[in-house]
């Protein structure tokens, strides 16, 4: 699929403007450097150079600060709220399933961030394919288009899955046009996040994508299920919210990303009444605040690879810049290293590190700038002015 998909980025470039010249005062390059009254050069829907320019330019970005567009790795496009407000997660009519998914591919796309992974639904393949035909807007979308749990069948009839069937349901899984394998090592935060797959399923099914070229992000709430998914060689953790520190220390050595996300706890307890929570259920997402903005300052002072995930659900579509802000409030990160996560390292981390996530010469022209000066203010990023997917404007607005 990665060949379609870059076949598919191209023919979406090609319906780009040819040649747009950018002038800019600030740019972060999406490493850790910055970059001065700079003029970008966008042909063929990719930055074909940097530099002090001087000529006429056709986007005038001074004042702002531009970034490489920012990348979402963990969220669930299809999840929107009904007309009364109300989340829906999966199911409804197909037909609302469809324009929510690309209501909110546009809100995200709008709202800075040019790459997503959702992990994920069905509804994400069509939606995904008819933003990298070029005719509807939105984000580049990665999919799982599944997720993986260890066991399953439905009504009631809870089968543990065998190695065998776990290691089929990848290769169909990929065979059905999936970016990526989404599983379930633990149960969710309400539940304890205890392990949920065995050692066996989660090496089966992390192994299994591997053997097919695929990465693989695992949900891992409790430290034993994240640690198994780790000593498997899968690529990412999901939340970690309780990981222990020799477990963070295994994924230095082994170079496993780490996930984790604090904007879906706020949006769960901000949009309260969207959801069907009980009162114990809140003091679970209450209480799951702190851990997860002390592992992610315990990961960053070891240099875990941390990468930039949302957990976008219903309600959090379009403001997905908010996990910016929560990481440097909450958890203490400079914000160029929350800048650095959201661009070139979320790239490598999708495979994806020599073609966005960095504002330099041969990228893709993602490009996101924001009113102000996100390394001195961080609520600056939910000031966006221009994005730019491929060398295609989206959002214009000054
Ligand atoms: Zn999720």
New binding site residues.
């Given amino acids: 699929m990665r060949l379609i998909s870059i076949a598919a980025i191209v023919s979406a470039a090609a319906l780009a403007q040819d040649r747009a010249v950018i002038q800019t005062s600030a740019i972060l390059d999406g490493k850790g450097g910055t970059l001065k009254n700079q003029q970008i050069v966008v042909e063929g829907g990719r930055i074909r150079s940097i530099g002090p320019g001087g000529g006429k330019a056709d986007y005038d970005l001074r004042g702002l600060t531009v970034m490489p567009g920012w990348i979402d790795t963990?969220?669930?496009l299809n999840w929107h709220m009904d007309a009364n407000h109300k989340s829906i997660a999966g199911g409804g009519k197909p037909e609302d399933a469809a324009l929510y998914t690309e209501a909110d591919a546009w809100m995200t796309l709008q709202g800075g961030f040019t790459t997503v992974q959702s992990?994920g639904a069905a509804i994400d393949g069509p939606v995904r394919d008819r933003i990298n035909e070029g005719v509807l807007p939105g984000p580049r979308v990665l999919t799982s288009l599944i997720q993986i749990q260890g066991a399953g069948g439905g009504r009631g009839q809870q089968h543990q899955w065998t190695v065998d069937e776990l290691r089929e349901m990848v290769r169909k899984n990929k065979a059905d046009g999936a970016d990526v394998i989404k599983l379930f090592a633990t149960s969710g935060l309400g539940a304890g996040g205890n392990q949920s797959m065995t050692d066996d399923q989660i090496q089966a099914v992390c192994g299994e994508a591997k053997a097919v070229g695929l990465r693989s992000v695992v949900?891992a709430i409790g430290d034993a299920g994240a640690r198994a998914a780790v000593l498997a060689g899968c690529t990412s953790i999901?939340h970690g919210t309780f990981l222990k520190d020799e477990t963070l220390d295994m994924m230095v050595q082994r170079g496993t990303y780490f996930d984790p996300?604090l904007l879906?706890l706020h949006n769960y307890l901000d949009n309260r009444a969207s959801f069907t929570f009980t009162e114990q259920a809140l003091k679970t997402l209450e209480d799951g605040l702190a851990p997860t903005a002390d592992v992610l300052r315990r990961a960053r002072a070891r240099q875990v690879k941390l990468i930039f995930g949302t957990?976008a659900?219903a309600g959090s579509h379009g403001r997905n810049a908010e996990e910016f802000v929560y990481r440097v409030k909450d958890a203490g990160e400079k914000p160029m290293d929350a800048i650095i996560s959201a661009t070139s390292l979320s790239a490598e981390s999708l495979g994806l590190g020599k073609e966005i996530g960095t504002v330099a010469a041969g990228f893709q022209a993602d490009l996101v700038a924001v009113e102000g000066d996100p390394l001195a203010d961080i609520t600056a990023v939910r000031r966006v002015r221009f994005v730019m997917k491929a060398g295609k404007v989206f959002r214009n607005a000054r």
């Fill in positions: 963990h969220i669930h992990v949900h999901e996300n879906v957990d659900v």
